[in-house]
Structure formats: C-alpha cells, structure tokens
C-alpha cells in the first residue's frame, strides 16, 4: 500500500491543478498498463470523517477535522510488486502528490501465508 500524505491543501479541501491531475492521470495509466496497480483514491479532508476509539468494551466517537495534518492521509494506491524495492522504484517515478515538500509511505499489506 503506498500512502500519499495529506497537507494544509488537501485538508482545506484544496484540489489540486489541472496539471497535477492530468500527470497523476498518465501516472496511474503507467501503473495499469504495467500490472502494479490494483486500486487507489483520493480521500477527503478529515472534517468530513470521523474516528471511532476503543477503550475496552466501550467505543467513543470524535468527528473530524483532526489536528494533525502530518499525520492525515490524503489518498492510497494497492500495488502488487514483487518486493519493496520494486515499490520504491514506481513511488520515485511518482509526479509529486503536492508541488511541496511531502512524502509517500510505502507499507507491505499482510497475506494469507503471513497469517500460516
């Protein structure tokens, strides 16, 4: 899973250019045509989400929006590579998420034969 970090425009529901859309567009078409990706979106602004906490038995909810931008997610792409350098290779060749300084996570999603 390759996580896109969100950012003080993402979070203010800020679109981004026409520009950065259109390349993030040939981007994904890259992804496809090669076989790598397998999903991915962009996600709204955390105002409109909600957090459910757990403590014990009991559940709290606190809506959004949440503080922490740094820490927000933005948007997330499924690849399937063959190894975590493969990811990085593809996430190198990625338009930048923002224009800014920002940064994409990438985190290996459990399978079955982890679980064996």
Known sequence: ??????NADSEADILPSEQLLAEMGQY???LVKAGVMLAGDGLK?????????FSG?????????????KELVAGYWIWQVSSLEEAIEWAKRCPNPTGEESALEIRPVFEEEDFA
């Open 28 to 30: 994904n078409e890259e």
């Open 45 to 53: 602004a955390s105002k409109h989400g909600a957090r459910v906490h």
């Open 57 to 69: 038995e009991k559940r709290s909810v606190v809506d959004g929006p949440f503080t922490e931008t």
């Open 1 to 6: 899973m390759v996580i896109v970090k969100a």
